[in-house]
């Protein structure tokens, strides 16, 4: 079984769409992440979510907007998606937040690229 | 701040060679933890260690070592007798208990090449 889970794995779209990508993970963990990487590889993060409530926001454009429904999913919504935007997303989870020492997992991230 | 420095951008060996990955990393917090994740061509993250600040022991794991110095703020890990398998790329990175205690700092990265 899959503990992080994101799909879609493989996402082409074009300039000005809205997509979202999903996020689930079965650890049971309270606090859940999105990170973007970059071209060149570089990882950081978007958004954390600690019992469904937001503690992260980084300096991200409000085109991009987290959504958790629940402590297992954290969704991710992007409107006018721009040619930027193509990246590799990924989703994560922790039991609690790192800075007690907890482990983060990452999904298999989500490949989008804007065209 | 938190920062986590991983100088070599990439690293090309030949298959049974022994090769060193350096993490360099800045914080101003007491207990901070250190980890390093596995990225292989297909893709996903894969966690490899954790480490607390108090605890400086080696780890050996396998064919993986890590060594953990404060003195020098580094967090190396090692890899003996490298195999085509290893092929990746390897990030360092950084969580605080107080300060940044709400997401991992990555390092950029080291990509590792190991030729058959």
């Known amino acids: 079984d899959t503990a992080v889970s994101q799909t879609p794995k493989y996402l082409v779209t074009q300039m000005g769409n809205d997509k979202s990508i999903k996020c689930e993970q079965n650890?049971?963990?309270?606090?859940m992440y999105w990170y973007k990487q970059d071209s060149k590889k570089f990882l950081k993060i978007m958004f954390s979510y600690n019992n469904k409530e937001l503690i992260i926001n980084e300096t991200v454009p409000n085109r991009f907007s987290p959504k958790s429904p629940d402590k297992a999913h954290l969704n991710l919504h992007i409107n006018s998606l721009e040619l930027g935007d193509s990246a590799v997303y990924f989703c994560?989870?922790?039991?609690?937040?790192?800075?007690?020492?907890?482990?983060?997992?990452f999904g298999e991230g989500s490949w989008l690229t804007v065209v | 701040a938190q920062k986590v420095t991983q100088a070599q951008t990439e690293i090309s060996v030949v298959e049974k060679e022994d090769v060193t990955l350096d993490c360099v990393y800045e914080t101003r917090d007491t207990t901070y933890y250190l980890f390093w994740y596995k990225q292989p061509p297909s893709g996903e993250l894969v966690f490899l260690i954790r480490?607390?600040?108090?605890?400086?022991q080696n780890e050996i794991s396998g064919r993986y070592s890590w060594n953990f110095q404060k003195s020098t703020s580094s967090f190396n890990f090692t890899i003996t007798a490298s195999q085509v398998v290893d092929s990746a790329v390897y990030f360092c990175a950084l969580s605080e208990a107080y300060t940044g205690r709400r997401a991992l700092t990555f390092g950029s990265g080291t990509r590792l090449q190991v030729q058959p």
């Open positions: 480490r607390n600040s108090f605890d400086e």
């Open positions: 650890l049971g963990h309270d606090t």
């Open positions: 994560a989870s922790s039991q609690a937040l790192p800075g007690n020492g907890n482990t983060i997992y």
